[in-house]
Nanobody
Framework: QVQLVESGGGLVQAGGSLRLSCAAS????????MGWFRQAPGKEREFVAA????????YYADSVKGRFTISRDNAKNTVYLQMNSLKPEDTAVYYC?????????????????WGQGTQVTVSS
């Protein structure tokens, strides 16, 4: 079992930055591809970014490409999401998740483990 805990969310003005962290416990995530998803009120959960198990490959949703950066530190069992140039439409609960399917995967059902989420609110 892998337990995931997100942190780093908060309230920020448009154009600002936040760095989310996802700390894993219970098992090493070094053999898992990791992803970030988000869910806004009244909307389905959507893919944001993914990183391969060694960190050599990344993949982004078009809506965040060039603004968000996913990274990982397997020695710390942690995944990060650096979010720059934030927009009000980025407001959502952000979740990290772990997968062992083929990389990249953007589908929620291909991720076996999920965190509880952290709220990101971007004011205009």
């Amino acid at each position: 079992q892998v337990q995931l805990v997100e942190s780093g969310g908060g309230l920020v003005q448009a154009g600002g930055s936040l760095r989310l962290s996802c700390a894993a416990s219970g098992r090493s995530i070094s053999t898992y591809h990791m992803g970030w998803f988000r869910q806004a009120p009244g909307k389905e959960r959507e893919f944001v970014a993914a990183i391969s198990w060694r960190g050599g490959n990344t993949y982004y949703a078009d809506s965040v490409k060039g603004r968000f950066t996913i990274s990982r530190d397997n020695a710390k069992n942690t995944v990060y999401l650096q979010m720059n140039s934030l927009k009000p439409e980025d407001t959502a609960v952000y979740y990290c998740a772990a997968s062992r399917t083929v990389f990249p995967t953007t589908r929620t059902y291909e991720y076996a483990y999920w965190g509880q989420g952290t709220q990101v609110t971007v004011s205009s």
